[in-house]
């Protein structure tokens, strides 16, 4: 959604436009507020209104993050496996 609003920014401008256009958007202070903006709309989506979603969010994400974390170790694990090494 926001790559589809961006391109709806720039999709009028000249090609020598764009990097002033984007250069403030990677600014520290600009992706501090944007993260800021971000979770404020969570915390009065969620927080606010007392639902479950904000746990779910936390059980999944652990879940997935210890899967990643596990990944390499696995992957080298099969590939050693298939190797014939015992």
Same mark, same amino acid.
């Given at each position: 959604m926001?790559?589809?609003?961006?391109? %709806?920014? @720039?999709?009028?401008?000249?090609?020598?436009?764009?990097?002033a256009h984007l250069k403030p958007m990677l600014?520290?202070?600009y992706a501090k507020n944007a993260?800021?903006?971000g979770l404020d709309n969570y915390h009065a %989506?969620? @927080?606010e209104t007392s639902s479950i979603?904000?746990?779910l969010h936390v059980c999944f994400g652990g879940m997935i993050f210890s899967y990643l974390v596990?990944?390499?170790?696995?992957?080298?694990?099969l590939e050693h496996k298939q190797h014939g090494g015992h």
């Open positions: 926001a790559l589809r609003n961006l391109y %709806k920014e @720039i999709k009028g401008m000249k090609v020598k436009e764009v990097p600014s520290i202070d993260i800021r903006k %989506k969620y @927080i979603d904000p746990l596990a990944l390499p170790e696995e992957r080298r694990h």
